[in-house]
């Protein structure tokens, strides 16, 4: 059973942090590179950082330098960690399986979680 549950969203200042879990069902956990996208109020679900089984990481320009995604394979458990939260980080962010394809397509990704909602204050 593919199963992704994220947590840890919430309200933030500019300029603060937010860690974002996403909690995976073993198969997926083990099976696919997991990532994290966002999608603002009326904008499309964008890509914002992908980690794969062996630790290769890659990340959205807009959050380079800012976020990092990382993973605790004994708690089947992926991370965000958002540093320096911008008011246009504001979204809900979603977490991912891939399934094929380009990291930055969305219909490359074929399972995905609930949502938790990011709101940064300005």
């Known amino acids: 059973q593919v199963q992704l549950v994220e947590s840890g969203g919430g309200l933030v200042q500019a300029g603060g942090s937010l860690r974002l879990s996403c909690a995976a069902s073993e198969r997926t956990f083990s099976g696919y590179p997991l990532g994290w996208f966002r999608q603002a109020p009326g904008k499309e679900r964008e890509f914002v950082a992908v980690?794969?089984?062996?630790?290769?990481?890659y990340y959205a320009d807009s959050v380079k330098g800012r976020f990092t995604i990382s993973r605790d394979n004994a708690k089947r458990t992926v991370f965000l960690q958002m540093n320096s939260l911008k008011p246009e980080d504001t979204a809900v962010y979603y977490c991912?399986?891939?399934?094929?394809?380009?990291?930055?397509?969305?219909?490359?990704?074929?399972?995905w979680g609930q949502g938790t909602q990011v709101t940064v204050s300005s």
């Open positions: 980690i794969t089984s062996n630790d290769s990481k």
């Open positions: 991912a399986a891939h399934r094929s394809g380009s990291y930055y397509r969305t219909r490359s990704w074929n399972y």
